[in-house]
């Protein structure tokens, strides 16, 4: 089941805690303030992020995973041991573009359902991400279409691609271009990425944005009002990623082979 939480990377940094408390009565008191106050669930937090001037769910996000490079895998022989360095890149990364697209989702829809009117900043934010994902938006208005859009990829899923295109991390591409996805330009080139998450982050707007997956995007958003997204369903739907007629069952291959593997790496925002 597809569960997401809004991830670490949202927290405060060392560098901008609360100073220390130096009084003993303050400190005790605010320790049980702490204790009785009860944690907000992600939905909960979106609502109550919804109700208020909004603060743009994905500030501050992009620190987490731009240093994280590629290291040279055929120095490690083939297997497992080469199958685990790839995916402790990789799925760190996957997480938190996908905790992100989980997060502005879960914001969509809190407003989608308030009642008070939007304020001026949350609709200029709706409007960036109609732009962003590729779609005319009414105003003051969350379409059902742009919810479709704006949702993760099963984490499983993402990573069997990742390692079909790149040969788990050691293709030409993979290595000078961080390609992991064997994704082209328009003109036909081969893209090129300044980092690995640019990549995973480029092949999720691909599959959210581009026209060939709108019946991806569809089944996607039907299994998730369910409660369970399985990357079997979505995978056997991209038979217009590759030209090879087999694509999808060789993904499936992957998948039966790795998932466990790929899970094992997951932290606290599986896909």
């Given amino acids: 089941m597809m569960r997401y939480e809004f991830p670490f990377f949202l927290r405060l940094s060392p560098s901008r805690r609360w100073p220390l408390l130096t009084t003993l009565p303050v400190l005790s008191l ?3 303030a702490l204790v009785a106050m009860p944690p907000l669930a992600a939905s909960q937090t979106a609502s109550l992020t919804a ?3 909004v603060r743009p769910v994905d500030a501050g996000y992009e620190s987490l995973a ?16 080469r199958k685990d360095a790839f995916l402790e890149v990789l799925v760190p990364i996957v997480e938190v573009e996908n905790s992100l697209l989980a997060a502005r989702g879960e914001w969509l829809r809190a407003l989608a ?19 962003d994902y590729a779609l ?3 105003p003051g208005e969350v379409s059902d279409l742009l919810l479709k859009r704006v949702a993760p990829v099963p984490l499983e899923m993402v990573a069997v691609q990742a390692v079909e295109e790149s040969g ?3 293709s030409r591409l993979a290595r000078q271009n961080n390609n992991l996805f064997g994704m082209r330009a328009s003109s036909g080139r081969y893209q ?10 480029a092949y999720l707007k691909n599959l959210n944005t581009h026209g060939a997956y709108a019946e991806l995007r569809a089944r996607r958003a039907q299994l998730a009002a369910q409660g369970n997204v399985p990357p079997e369903a979505l995978i056997t739907m991209l038979n217009d990623y590759a030209t090879r007629a087999d694509y999808p069952d060789v993904l499936l291959s992957l998948l039966r082979t790795n998932a466990e593997r790929i899970r094992r790496h997951a932290g ?3 896909a």
């Fill in 66 to 81: 731009n240093a994280a490079a590629l290291p040279d895998l055929r120095q490690l022989p083939a297997g497992p041991q």
């Fill in 168 to 170: 788990w991390g050691t």
């Fill in 268 to 270: 606290d925002t599986p």
């Fill in 192 to 201: 090129s990425f300044d980092s690995v998450q640019d990549a995973v982050r």
């Fill in 51 to 53: 109700s208020q001037t």
């Fill in 136 to 138: 005319e938006c009414a």
């Fill in 30 to 32: 605010f320790l049980l």
């Fill in 113 to 131: 359902q308030r009642d008070t009117p939007w304020t001026t900043v949350e609709r200029k934010r709706v409007a960036a991400l109609c732009e």
